[in-house]
């Protein structure tokens, strides 16, 4: 008996519909663990001695995005121990500090472009330098780099009449713009930012 290429085409579909529906059927396609297997359970990470904060102010067409760890007293001495005086320092603890700024503004009276910068202070005494820089993503300011130097303004340092114990970055409203002020123990440091009409 002669089979013809049809025949053989039609018990070969035949076939693979069988495997195809056998490879598919629920039982196989489930992935039920057997009963005594065991899911492993991943814990949540511990918490950072210097947790991460986020300060912002939001206008109608733009908005200030400062995002920091917030390094604690914890007995030591602020600007000796900790972000001594006269050294750079990454404005907060562990991933050096980073805003953006989504409109173009003004801060200490000089113009800066939007876009995302990293944050390094020098704080002293009676005054702080402000530096924003290009380069993100730094970890602290061990390769800070003043060739990526996009901004640098000095603001007065004063006696706060509160006591903090993280340093600690909040935004004010003001008339022509907002303030960013940088608290840490008995110190308070405003840099002014100007918005454009």
Known sequence: MKITSVYILALG??????????????????????????LKVIAPPKPR??????????????????????????????????????????????EATEITVTKDVKIGGKPLKAGTYTVFTIPNHDKWTVILNSELGQWGEYKYDSAKDVLSV???????????????????????GADMSLLWDETKVVVPFTFAK
């Open 13 to 38: 579909l035949s076939f693979f519909q069988a495997a195809f529906a056998q490879s598919s059927s629920p039982a196989d396609s489930t992935h039920h663990l057997a009963k005594n297997d065991t």
């Open 49 to 94: 001695p210097s947790p991460m904060a986020v300060a912002c102010h939001k206008e109608e067409t733009m908005y200030l995005k400062v995002t920091y760890c917030q390094p604690l007293r914890k007995g030591r001495q602020v600007f000796t121990e900790l972000a001594p005086y006269g050294k750079i320092w990454r404005t907060g603890a562990n």
């Open 154 to 176: 000095e603001v007065p340092a004063q006696k706060n009449n509160e006591i903090y114990e993280a340093f600690t970055i909040q935004f004010n409203e003001t008339k022509t």
